[in-house]
Structure formats: C-alpha cells, structure tokens
C-alpha cells in the first residue's frame, strides 16, 4: 500500500515538472531569451527553445533510422555471402527476442515451482519461435510439477515425432510409467532409451534396476557390460555386481534343475567376487558335487578371510558328513585359525565343541561374547553348555530366557532401507535396491528371523535324554546363523534321573524328527 503510493506521487511530480518546464519553454520564445543562433552560408538562423527541443528529436530518429539502415545493409551483405537466413532473420528479430523473453520467463517459473506461469510463458514463447522442441519440454515440466500426468505424457509423446527429441520423449514417459508402477512398459521404454544413448548414466541404472526386479540376469549382465565399456563404473564394483547377477543365473538355472550350467555360473561368481558369501558357500558346494573337496577349502577359506559367516562353515561341514565330532573339529582347524578372534570364528569352535560334548572348551571358546555380545545365538550356545555340564535346572531357564528377549545378532539387512531379510537376494525385497543386503547387526533385530536357522536341539542332539518329565521350559526362537556343524553319527549321553529330560526343558523333536533332521543335514 504505502509502495503503491509513493509511485503515485512521484508520477504526479514528473507530471508537474514536464508540464512547468514545457510553459518555460513556451513563455521563453520569442523573448530573446534562450535562443540559439546559427550561422550557414552566410544566413543566419534564429532557434528558439521549442525549436531547439523539436531538432533535437529530429536528430534521436535520424540517428535511429540510420542505425536501422545499418543493420539492414549488414543483413543483406550476410544473404549475398551465403546466409539464407539472415534477412528473415532481421525481420523476425523482435519477435524472436519476445520469444525467448518468454522462454526465458517460463524456465525461471519452472525452476520457482510455478507450473501455470512456466505453461502460460511456454504457450506465448511458442508463439514468437515457433519452437516446440523448446517450448514442449518447459511444458511437459511444468505438468509434471502440477500433478497433470496427463498433460505430461501427451506432451513428451509429441517430442517422439522429432529425431532430436525422441530421446527426451521416452526418458520423460518412461518417468511417467514408473511413477505409477507400470514397470513392464517401464523396462521396454529404458531398452529404447538405452538403444538410442548408451552412454546415458541414469538410463543405465535405470534399465540396470529393472532388469534386476525382473529376474532377467543375462540382460542386466549385459547393461552392466556397457557401464564399464562408457567408463560410469569402476572395475572393482564391475566385478561385484557381475559376480552377483552370475550367482541369481546359478539360483534361477538351479531350480530348473540345470545342476551343471548352475555349478558353471557359481564358479563364476566366485571367481570374479571372492568375499562374496553366497557364491563362495555355492560354488563350494558345486565343487562337492564335483568330487573337488580341495578346490571347496581353498574357496572357503578365502572367504572366511574376509567374511566369516555361518553359511560358510555350514558348507565346510558338508565336505565330510559323516565323520565324528572329534573328526570334525580336527578338520576345522584349518579355518577356525583363520581370523581366530573373529566372533563368528569363536562361535564355530564352540558349537563344534558342543556337538562333541567337550563342554569347558566349548565354554573357553565364547570367552567374553556372553558379556560383550550377548544376542540369542550366544546365549542359546551358553543353556546348552551349562545343561552339559550338569547345570541346575534353573540356570539352564535362565540362559533361555535371556535368549528369548536378546537380539537376534547379524542379519542380512538392506544398507538402503534397512530391512531385514531373512536370506540373501540379489535386491532388497522393500525398495528393490539391487546388491545392498549385507550381513550385520540391525538396529531391532529381533523383527525379523533367518529361515535356514536351526533350533538349539539340532546343535546339541548329543545331548539327548529319554528320561520323562512333567514339566517344560521356554525355548528360544531359532539364533541367526545357529549351524549344524554335528555328523550325521551322534553319541547320547547316559539320561541323569535326578534331572528332566532334555527334550522337555530345550525342546528337542523326538526320535522320529531328529532322525529326519539327521537325514536332511546329509
């Protein structure tokens, strides 16, 4: 308001001025006064100030048209030169500079989130240029931004009709379709787009992350090729996520039941990804099935140099099945020294100790965990060493209890979302990330439970006692990584009648069910 005022004013006060200066100059003629005299060619002119004001602006036009004249002159020696277009050019230079004021207008609207004024400047500039390659994509923009999806594919499918375009057409619908889940068509649209601008990075990730969800391996494998060839992907990553795309082909030739072409791209994965825990723990197995029980050891115990993990030492087990615990934990020497603090590595040696029911060693193999990481799987391992041993019955309670209420320990979580998996995939099953599970520990682990954990009882089968009992215990929920590092040949330990069956107080099956345990850990 007070702006809008003091506009008023001064505009009255030009207004005043220019009118008092115009009567000076009217009163002042004729009077002598302010007068200008001019001598040419002996005549001698007389110029009075309205004279003066009006020669003056005679002058500013003059001056004017001789500029004009000028560009025009220039114009025309371009057209003589060879520019065909220089003459209309200069014609339509007005228009063409209220064109792209206007374009210029609209993409600052744009960049403002004002979607009806970047439209309404699109629709003038086009007007003037006669441009819809421009103005078309300001317009599509700025639907976009209002919500009119509508509006927006209409308009990128109008860039698809030109060649300089077409790729911004498909980028813009293909947008479109994955905002609103239609991925089918999405993938089709990044195919084309990646066909007309390999070089492209976000359509490469783009067409990368669809093929992923997919399950169309061969093709990612091939898009990812093209990531390392235009140089948008380091080597190192290259050779991870290859390794990753080449162990899902092993998965998915594996359930059709193609053993040799899934044992091939296993290999493969290991090769090119060596700490890759799935493709070691399945080219090691691929290898078992080979009869190469040397080439699975070199395999694993690369892999537990960098990453030592349950899966590992579960395939190690399968190398010999049936020998004794004692046979067993002499042959697990050779990788329990690797990485001997690690905790996974002391977590082994006790569950090997406890399936040969050498309960202190077993006990000096957790050493600190019990205080320092105290999750399900630790203390599941500490009930069945102190039940072992001859604990009371409501120690053994107690170390359950704990382990129902402790954390669940590491976990295949997804580093973009954090979700919990239960096993690993090559995407995350909640944002569809493509290679970001990793094994760690998650903030609320005890959301979600591995499936390929084992209860307790299968660890300490040994352990059994037939002895009957009218009570029961809690049992803990299966421990992430809990492994069955037992031979399939177990030696039960003579029942205590003073004590209650172990069956009743961890849970364990029956005889029926243990023995088809047994038979499935062969």
Excluded at 44 to 73: C, D, N, Q, R
């Amino acid at each position: 308001m007070l702006w809008s005022l003091i506009k008023i004013v001064v505009f009255v006060v030009i207004v005043a001025a220019l009118t008092l200066g115009l009567g000076y100059l009217i009163e002042a003629d004729g009077t002598g006064l302010a007068q200008a005299r001019i001598t040419l060619n002996g005549v001698e002119y007389t110029l009075t100030p309205v004279m003066m004001l009006i020669g003056a602006l005679v002058l500013l036009l003059a001056v004017w048209l001789l500029l004009k004249l000028a560009s025009l002159l220039v114009a025309l020696l371009r057209f003589i030169n060879g520019d065909e277009t220089a003459l209309s050019r200069h014609f339509h230079r007005n228009r063409e500079r209220k064109g792209y004021e206007a374009l210029a207008d609209g993409m600052m609207a744009l960049a403002s989130g004002e979607g009806r004024l970047a439209i309404a400047k699109a629709q003038k500039a086009e007007k003037y240029l006669h441009k819809p390659e421009l103005t078309d994509l300001v317009t599509a923009q700025a639907a976009e931004m209002m919500g009119d999806r509508k509006k927006a594919e209409e308009t990128y499918k109008k860039l698809l009709t030109r060649d300089g375009t077409r790729f911004v057409g498909i980028r813009g619908i293909m947008k479109q379709k994955l905002a609103s889940g239609d991925t089918d068509t999405a993938l089709q649209l990044a195919e084309r787009a990646f066909a007309l601008k390999p070089k492209h990075e976000e359509v490469q990730d783009t067409l990368l992350q669809l093929q992923a969800e997919k399950a169309d391996w061969s093709g990612a494998r091939k898009t990812l090729q093209a990531k390392l060839k235009h140089g948008t992907l380091p080597r190192d990553v290259y050779k991870r996520r290859d390794a990753v795309l080449a162990l899902s082909q092993a998965t998915e030739i594996e359930n059709r039941d193609e053993s040799i072409a899934a044992a091939e791209k296993a290999i493969e994965a290991n090769r090119n990804s060596p700490d890759l825990v799935p493709a070691a723990a399945k080219a090691a197995r691929a290898y078992i099935a080979q009869s190469r029980p040397r080439n699975a050891i070199r395999v694993l115990k690369k892999a537990w140099e960098s990453h030592p993990h349950p899966d590992l030492a579960a395939a190690y087990a399968e190398i010999e099945p049936n020998e004794t615990p004692d046979e067993r934990i002499k042959r697990f020497v050779p990788l329990t020294r690797i990485n001997p603090d690690h905790r996974e590595t002391r977590l082994l040696k006790a569950e090997l100790n406890l399936a040969a029911e050498h309960f202190p060693e077993a006990r000096r193999s957790l050493g600190d965990l019990v205080e320092k990481e105290p999750d399900a799987r630790v203390l599941a391992i500490m009930a069945a060493i102190e039940k072992g041993e001859g604990a009371p019955d409501q120690v053994v309670r107690g170390w359950l209890a704990k382990a129902v209420t402790a954390p669940r320990g590491p976990q295949w979580v997804c580093d973009n979302c954090k979700t919990i998996h239960g096993e690993w995939r090559p995407t995350c099953t909640n944002c569809g990330a493509f290679d970001t599970l990793s094994w760690t520990t998650p903030a609320q682990s005890e959301v979600v439970l591995p499936a390929q954990a084992n209860m307790l009882p299968l660890i300490i089968g040994a352990l059994e006692d037939k002895s009957p009992v009218e009570d029961t215990a809690v049992v803990p929920e299966a421990a992430p990584g809990m492994i069955d590092v037992s031979p399939v040949e177990r030696k039960p330990k003579a029942p205590d009648a003073t004590e209650p069956a172990d069956a009743e107080i961890l849970g364990e099956p029956n005889e029926a069910a243990r023995a088809e345990a047994a038979a499935g850990s062969k």
